[in-house]
T-cell receptor, first 113, second 111 residues
């Protein structure tokens, strides 16, 4: 069953701790993305990767880090430097460079207390 | 930076009424995509528009891309309760390599 999987669905962390969100896809897509969604706002791009071992910052990369060691995986680390980390995080993948549809995971809702 | 505005932010309609959401870009676009996100869910791709003035239909949904490729609209005819959700446009600038999402329009359909 092909798709994109994010885990966990809900995550709670204490302030000051780093946390890593998982994103795995078996669609053989080259491009992967991380978005942040806040209530009443659209999706804002954090990081994206168009090929293995390469990634670029999106509009709100500060306080986040990523890696792309495998085509299937694109984990996102929310560091303690992120001032307002509580949000809904969505991972997506697409088959081409910005010209094809994006497939989204189910999302991870991160709450920092 | 790239600005993508969507209006309205919220829309409540009676079941059977029509609904339209508009997406406006500050710059000329290469193409535009539309997504639907059900409450508690994730965005799901609906369609992509590429050509100036393009009109595409999916059953009760009609998508348009403006002649200047700076705006787009999604129109739903005779809404049903299954249409409930937030509709997002995602715009690819002519000189860019990433999509910029609009703020979304949240549709509520009253039975």
């Amino acid at each position: 069953d092909g798709g994109i999987t994010q885990s966990p669905k809900y995550l709670f962390r204490k302030e000051g701790q780093n946390v890593t969100l998982s994103c795995e896809q078996n669609l053989n897509h080259d491009a992967m993305y991380w978005y942040r969604q806040d209530p009443g706002q659209g999706l804002r791009l954090i990081y994206y990767s168009q090929i293995v071992n390469d990634f670029q910052k999106g509009d709100i990369a500060e306080g986040y880090s990523v890696s792309r060691e495998k085509k299937e995986s694109f984990p996102l680390t929310v560091t303690s430097a992120q001032k307002n980390p509580t949000a809904f995080y969505l991972c997506a993948s697409s088959g081409g460079q910005g010209y094809t549809e994006a497939f989204f995971g189910q999302g991870t809702r991160l709450t920092v207390v | 930076g790239q600005q993508v505005m969507q209006i309205p932010q919220y829309q409540h309609v009676q079941e059977g009424e029509d609904f339209t959401t508009y997406c406006n870009s500050s710059t000329t676009l290469s193409n535009i995509q539309w997504y639907k996100q059900r409450p508690g869910g994730h965005p799901v791709f609906l369609i992509q528009l590429v050509k100036s003035g393009e009109v595409k239909k999916q059953k009760r949904l009609t998508f348009q891309f403006g002649e200047a490729k700076k705006n787009s609209s999604l129109h739903i005819t005779a809404t049903q309760t299954t249409d409930v959700g937030t509709y997002f446009c995602a715009a690819l600038p002519l000189t860019g390599n990433q999509f910029y999402f609009g703020t979304g329009t949240s549709l509520t359909v009253i039975p």
